[in-house]
């Protein structure tokens, strides 16, 4: 296959941090062979001659897979199918076997979805990354190259093995694990039981057709079944992972999700009794409670832009032990690789909950506040960064006489808008995988998040007069 173009690549499929579409509409075997060309040049370009692939349990998984590693392959790399894995587990082995990977999945979409996550040279890719990728895949002109091998490893034993090595509990727990029949059904019971876990699972059966409730932990309504199994069992915690098993969900004994931001405050303080005064990122979305509590620590709290790439990109720059995102995305560094990982982050949850003889005594007892989960905003594709910005121009233009504004709020713009105040805080931010805007409100009392909703919506309406959310706040 010398000379390829393909007609019509719909650029939408091109995200921030990856590459998702709808199956077989707006993402192929077509498209994953041509990505595996264009992938294939930017390794070689870093002097990378092997990638390693892997796949969810998306029913789509293995085809594209297919077309992939033969793109690939006819770009002169030689590949590793690591097969059915958790997104981890491919960074994993693009940390251990090699420095490049690629991982087909549809994360938390629907199940007509798939996607590409990609690491090239040790770092995640994205951005203007991304682009190039599509640039390559509009214009492709290949040489033909000696054609590169293919190898299959199964890995899971060498992960399962890296983390029960790290990871010591001081007695034995026994929690449900609801792995929403995505991927990391297939991986992670096992390994809870090798820490010493009793496990009662639900839905590990990995089926990309997600029969019983949809694997998104950040949503309320896919954690019901898990509140009831702890309702009906003995297990003192509950663990959700999502579809392609990089975010964590917690819920406690009493059926209180411990949202990742409460988490982040446990996590910073195991770590940073190991790490004095690193810097712990986290994203726009996070509680304000999260920064002083880091400081408190002797810790350097630093806000970011949420994206799992861009958390990585810039805990690597800032040396930082830990990250962490509202979404479920949890970076360790210290110990670990600095990858999210949702089986990792869930057993260094256990590791510290361990130590305590109750652990949702520990998990209730964390800061709380009055908080709304993520809301989304329903727009056009290419809407929501416009109309962000129009609310972002109009809050510096305005700032002294917004409604009520007049409690001298800090305005944040590294990712959207950020407006916090004494009390609590309010955030307008586009997301960069759906077409929505993402909002989220906390207060330190029940009347502060209700001002602060009030005044953020009508801020909201002035740039876009039907905005109506989807979630409730809580």
Not at 62 to 84: F, N
Not at 86 to 93: D, I, N, S
Not at 277 to 299: E, H, M, N, R, T
């Amino acid at each position: 296959m010398s000379h390829m173009t393909i007609d019509n690549i719909d650029s939408s499929i091109f995200k921030a941090y990856d590459i998702r579409g709808v199956v077989p509409t707006s993402l192929n075997t077509q498209i994953a062979h041509a990505l595996g060309l264009a992938f294939a040049k930017q390794a070689l370009a870093h002097e990378e001659r092997t990638v390693a692939v892997g796949r969810d349990g998306r029913l789509s998984g293995p085809e594209l897979s297919k077309a992939l590693i033969e793109g690939l392959r006819a770009g002169g790399v030689d590949v590793i199918d690591v097969g059915m894995v958790t997104t981890p587990m491919l960074y994993f082995a693009a940390h251990t076997l090699c420095k490049s990977g690629i991982q087909i999945t549809g994360s938390h979409n629907p199940k007509d979805y798939n996607g590409f996550k990609m690491v090239l040279a040790g770092k995640a890719i994205y951005g203007e990354e991304i682009l190039a990728l599509y640039q390559e895949m509009k214009n492709r002109q290949s040489k033909t190259l000696s054609k590169g091998s293919l190898r299959e490893v199964d890995i899971s034993s060498d992960y399962s093995k890296r983390i029960t090595s790290d990871v010591t509990l001081n007695r034995k727990m026994k929690i449900v694990i609801d792995s929403g029949n995505g991927v990391a059904g297939a991986s992670a019971p096992a390994i809870f039981k090798a820490l010493g876990c009793e496990v009662v699972e639900l839905f590990s059966e990995v089926d990309g057709q997600f029969p019983n409730h949809h694997p998104d932990p950040s949503k309320p309504e896919n954690l019901k079944d898990l509140i009831q199994a702890l309702q009906t069992t003995d297990a003192e915690l509950g663990l959700a992972f999502d579809g392609d098993g990089d975010r964590l969900g917690v819920v406690t004994k009493d059926g209180q999700t411990i949202y990742p931001d409460r988490q982040m405050l446990l996590f910073a303080k195991d770590v940073l009794s190991r790490v004095p005064g690193g810097a712990i990122v986290f994203d726009v979305k996070c509680s304000q409670q999260l920064a002083p509590a880091v400081a408190s620590l002797g810790g350097k709290p630093v806000m970011y832009k949420t994206g799992h790439s861009l958390i990585k990109a810039q805990m690597k720059v800032l040396d930082s032990p830990l990250g962490g995102e509202m979404s479920g995305h949890i970076f360790f560094k210290e110990r670990w690789y600095g990858f999210d990982d949702g089986t990792y982050a869930g057993a260094r949850l256990l590791e510290i909950l361990s130590q305590s003889p109750n652990a949702s005594d520990v998990l209730n007892a964390l800061p709380t506040s009055f908080s709304t989960p993520e809301l989304n905003v329903p727009c056009h594709e290419g809407e929501p960064h416009r109309l962000t910005q129009s609310i972002l121009d109009y809050v510096k233009a305005n700032l002294g006489d917004l409604p009520g504004l007049h409690k001298n709020p800090v305005v944040c713009d590294v990712d959207g808008l950020r407006i916090d105040w004494s009390d609590g805080f309010g955030l307008i931010r586009a997301s960069n995988t759906t077409p929505v805007l993402v909002l989220r409100f906390e207060g330190q009392t029940s009347e502060a998040l209700s001002r602060i909703e009030r005044d953020m919506m009508a801020l909201l309406r002035r740039v876009k007069p039907d905005a109506t959310f989807q979630g409730s706040a809580h």
